[in-house]
């Protein structure tokens, strides 16, 4: 974040691109909330970039975690670009009164052939990629 603060906060040469006058502001609160779940997710598969809806219980999630954050006061709801995201980010702004901005660069991470496997599979099935994968999700 903190490299992309020039950027998201339209500080620098771009001016107020995105937040207007917040550039002016010396700090900043950022607020972190993990998108609900998807049925893969609940499945225990791996995701990545693979673009899937919020599950039942993910919707159920996401909304849970707004109703315990009350009415945060927020300039803008950054989220990436899948449709999870957007609709947790959507559920954010709208307890806020606020906008969604979907941003590209916080896409998920494209793990090729590997997404929509079951984690058990990857690691029955573990070679030195796979071991790779597993340190990174554990």
Same mark, same amino acid.
């Given at each position: 974040?903190?490299?992309?603060?020039?950027?998201?906060?339209?500080?620098?040469?771009?001016?107020? #691109?995105?937040?207007? +006058?917040?550039?002016?502001?010396?700090?900043?609160?950022?607020?972190?909330?993990?998108?609900?779940?998807?049925?893969?997710?609940?499945?225990?598969?791996?995701?990545?970039?693979? $673009?899937?809806?919020?599950? %039942?219980?993910?919707?159920?999630?996401?909304?849970?975690?707004?109703?315990?954050?009350?009415?945060?006061?927020?300039?803008?709801?950054?989220?990436?670009? +899948?449709?999870?995201?957007? #609709?947790?980010?959507?559920?954010?702004?709208?307890?806020? +009164?606020?906008?969604?901005?979907?941003? $590209? +660069?916080?896409?998920?991470?494209?793990?090729?052939?590997?997404?929509?496997?079951?984690?058990?599979?990857?690691?029955?099935?573990?070679? %030195? #990629?796979?071991?790779?994968?597993?340190?990174?999700?554990?």
């Amino acid at each position: 974040i903190v490299g992309w603060s020039a950027r998201l906060f339209g500080v620098g040469s771009r001016g107020g #691109a995105w937040f207007g +006058d917040m550039a002016k502001i010396a700090q900043h609160r950022v607020l972190v909330l993990r998108s609900g779940s998807t049925e893969w997710d609940d499945s225990e598969r791996l995701q990545g970039s693979t $673009d899937l809806p919020l599950s %039942k219980l993910g919707l159920r999630q996401a909304e849970q975690a707004v109703a315990g954050l009350g009415q945060p006061p927020l300039v803008g709801v950054l989220c990436g670009p +899948d449709e999870a995201s957007v #609709a947790t980010a959507e559920l954010l702004a709208a307890a806020s +009164d606020t906008r969604v901005i979907p941003v $590209d +660069d916080l896409a998920e991470v494209n793990f090729g052939l590997w997404e929509g496997c079951l984690y058990t599979h990857l690691r029955a099935h573990e070679t %030195k #990629a796979n071991l790779v994968c597993r340190l990174l999700l554990e």
